[in-house]
């Protein structure tokens, strides 16, 4: 059953600015997640390169490479489409699993699917 998470505050969410990070529950273990703001809309994605399972920042929360058009892993340098999650160059096998967010009254909030739920705490 989907239900909607309060997230952050929208000005959190700096166009091409920091990430902000939160946990989910996937496959029964608990993950990275990450929302980002591209083109005046909130994106949500784990934090889970298509190349290789790991975190993807370089520096805490910090995903966009210089241009501000590309997601980037720091690892080994795969890139992908901010608004969609797709590869869009580099080592990737897929895309990023996108998280569904919905912004309103300034606030954002992430909507739990059959195979993403909350971190209980």
């Known amino acids: 059953m989907e239900q909607a998470v309060a997230l952050c505050n929208s000005a959190d969410l700096v166009e091409g600015g920091e990430a902000v990070p939160f946990d989910v529950v996937a496959g029964g273990q608990t993950c990275r997640a990450f929302a980002v703001r591209f083109e005046g809309r909130v994106h949500a994605y784990l934090n889970r ?25 720091a690892t080994h340098g795969a890139a992908y489409r901010p608004d969609t999650g797709e590869c869009a160059g580099g080592p990737c096998r897929g895309g990023l699993l996108k998280i569904n967010l919905t912004e309103h009254d300034g606030v954002v909030h992430w909507h739990t699917a059959h195979n993403l739920h909350p971190l209980a705490f």
């Open 49 to 73: 390169c298509a190349h290789v399972a790991m975190e993807m920042d370089y520096q805490p929360n910090r995903f966009f490479d210089d241009s501000g058009r590309w997601l980037l892993c």
